[in-house]
């Protein structure tokens, strides 16, 4: 499993190149399979470029929306409507307009709690994967986007928070969160995120350095254990890079 072990680093010039880096990938995986594709998206200021360009003109044309379900892999527990809510903003940037509502998963913040929010989307997950239990020779999901948060979080699996040793359960509840917003969450779990073909992290400007040298350096956060048992990609761009890389790759 050699695929699985190291993250593969791929550096571009700036945010824009890694927008356009990360839909490039988005769509090799979308060509590479002619059934039904499963894309798990993820929140925070990380990917909204690129949910900007996958409703450009120059994508929309180009994704087979009958065939690709948009899932997600945290949420904050607000209503769908608050600008907080992940899903809300992957809606707003590029699913309303394009994909079948169908298609489109979020994960319900109407439940009495994260925990039953949590065991809801587990249930809707199963349901779309025809198993409780992951099969490692068949992928939830053909992509993951991931983002590391500045305490090294990924998804909403905080540093020291038990729900990051969860290896049952896909999705749980995070009653607090351990920066900002301080709304519980709801998140996907390590093993449910690995279930992917590519696991695909962005992390783009100068804010990410000091946490991307951290993970760099191996230290074990949430953003270092989170692999695919596929394919895992750091895309990252120069501003994050420590000073020491910086120019060099
Ligand atoms: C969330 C996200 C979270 C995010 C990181 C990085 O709900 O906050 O899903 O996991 O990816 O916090 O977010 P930033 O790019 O905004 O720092």
Known sequence: ?????????????????????????????????????????????????????????????????????????????????????????????????????????????????????????????????????????????????????PDGHTASLFPGYPEIEETGRWVVGVPKANVAPFVPRVSLTLPALASCREMLFEIAGHDKQPILTRLLNGETLPAVRARSNGETVWLVDQAALPEGIRGGR
């Open 1 to 149: 499993m050699a695929a699985a072990d190291q993250p593969k680093l791929i550096v571009v010039a700036d945010a824009e190149a890694l927008a356009q880096a990360a839909a490039e990938r988005v769509m090799a995986r979308i060509a590479a399979n002619p059934g039904r594709i499963a894309i798990g998206l993820t929140g925070g200021s990380g990917p909204k470029k690129l949910y900007q360009l996958l409703g450009s003109d120059a994508y929309r044309g180009k994704i087979p929306w009958d065939r690709v379900h948009w899932f997600i892999g945290d949420e904050r527990f607000v209503p769908e409507n608050d600008p907080l809510n992940n899903m809300a903003v992957a809606r707003a940037a590029f699913l309303d307009r394009s994909a079948p509502s169908g298609h489109i998963h979020p994960i319900p913040t109407t439940a009495e709690n994260p925990d039953a929010s949590a065991a809801a989307y587990a249930r809707e997950l199963q349901a779309f994967y025809g198993a409780e239990s992951l099969d490692p020779a068949r992928p939830l999901f053909d992509l993951v986007l991931m983002g590391a948060g």
